[in-house]
């Protein structure tokens, strides 16, 4: 019986492979988030070499004579339909792909194998939407056409006896038979395999909006001494009653810090799922806040796992060596009518620069209500100095809310 050419058969079981790696990575990405940047970059270089060996295999079936078909009528259109499908799939799927890419807000940059750099698509942004849904619905719509190419080979070689499978085998033998089909189960166990381990527990049952976690044991800040001078004033009557400590007030379940910067027209948002904050002040009595906010820089998120995956590197965050930013304040000063600022010191990616917030609380008694903003200039804090950067503004918007109890 007449065969494909080597080459065909090399790509074909090649292609086969990747194919059957891909689908069994693209079940897990979006449930990985920044877990799963390293695979992402290695799911878009198999997407590539997918596209250029099917190019390649394209360019071969019409170099190379191709064997006859074995059988008419219905069923020959349908295995005719089937594999013209499977090549639309090879194609449109990593084209897709990289069309998602290059539409994304933040422009992440592709090494193919960590190698040679992707461009990006000259497409407009407002093409992601388009890209995304179209990557995703080809994915399936391959996986059925897969089933279905399968499912007519086994027809073939189990039903119908016609060795219609042996045109893509090099030779008669059943090692090759049993182990070019092997290498499609290969590709789906490695997929399987070099998945990031499962999160810790607590990631996993935290919820899906980034939330912020409240501190169990609240630490006990130093209680700034009243401000002498200002008590001691000789303009103020002696029978004033004193300024006592300030208030220590404990964070409640359900606050916030986000972050949203404008980026080439649009804007990115974002926010913390993981702070803590140690607050002492009287609200009537500002001067005496003493303020410390600690933020994990690991916990930020924008909602898209391949921008969430190059926060922690070292053209934003520098997570590994710098995992935590710092607010600190001593005292406050009333603005308004339950309005503050607080002027302050930020620590972030080793640097420390002044830094003030705006807050208002709302509210009496023991509770309150507490929303704010700060802007934050990020090229001080070298945040954002790489190519895929460049059309970030300069400055950050921070926002925070959250509901604190006196202790």
Do not use: C
Not at 14 to 37: K, P, Y
Not at 117 to 133: I, Q
Not at 368 to 382: E, H, L, Q
């Amino acid at each position: 019986m007449p065969r494909y050419s080597l080459a065909a058969i090399i790509l074909h079981w090649a292609i086969a492979a990747l194919l059957a790696f891909q689908i069994s990575v693209g079940w897990a990405l979006e449930d990985l988030g920044a877990r799963g940047f390293a695979l992402y970059q290695l799911h878009k270089s198999v997407g590539i070499a997918i596209l250029a060996l099917t190019l390649l295999r394209i360019g071969i079936r019409y170099w190379k004579p191709r064997p006859a078909k074995l059988e008419g009528g219905w069923q020959g259109a349908l295995a005719s339909t089937v594999h013209g499908g499977l090549y639309a799939f090879m194609l449109g799927a990593p084209l897709t792909g990289w069309a998602l890419v290059s539409t994304a807000k933040v422009k992440v940059p592709t090494l193919i194998f960590g190698i040679i750099p992707l461009p990006h698509l000259p497409l407009p942004a407002s093409a992601h939407g388009l890209a995304e849904g179209g990557h995703g619905l080809i994915a399936w719509l391959g996986i059925a056409l897969v089933l279905l190419h399968v499912a007519g080979a086994l027809r073939h070689h189990l039903l119908m006896r016609d060795g219609l499978i042996w045109r893509m085998i090099p030779n008669r033998s059943t090692a090759l038979l049993v182990g070019l089909p092997a290498l499609i189960l290969l590709g789906f166990a490695l997929g399987r395999v070099i998945l990031p381990a499962t999160a810790p527990v607590e990631a996993a049952a935290a919820p899906s909006a980034p939330v912020a976690q409240p501190e169990e044991r609240m630490p006990v800040a130093n209680v700034t001494e009243p401000d002498n001078s200002a008590v001691a004033n000789e303009a103020v009557a002696q029978e004033e009653e004193p300024v006592g400590p300030p208030t220590a007030w404990t964070l409640q379940p359900g606050g916030t810090i986000g972050f949203a910067v404008g980026n080439d027209g649009q804007t990115i948002s974002g926010s913390f799922a993981k702070w803590t904050a140690a607050i002492v002040m009287d609200p009537d009595h500002p001067e005496t806040a003493d303020i410390r906010v600690s933020i994990d820089m690991a916990s930020a998120s924008v909602g898209d796992a391949y921008q969430d995956g190059m926060l922690p590197g070292d053209e934003f965050f520098a997570v590994a060596t710098h995992p935590t930013a710092t607010f600190t304040a001593k005292g406050a000063e009333k603005t308004g009518a339950n309005t503050y600022r607080a002027s302050g010191r930020l620590s972030l990616k080793g640097v420390s620069k002044p830094q003030t917030i705006r807050f208002t609380l709302s509210g009496d008694g023991p509770t309150r209500k507490v929303t704010g903003t700060a802007t934050i200039a990020r090229a001080a804090f070298d945040v954002g100095n790489g190519d895929s950067s460049g059309s970030l503004a300069p400055n950050v918007a921070v926002t925070f809310a959250f509901t604190a109890k006196q202790r």
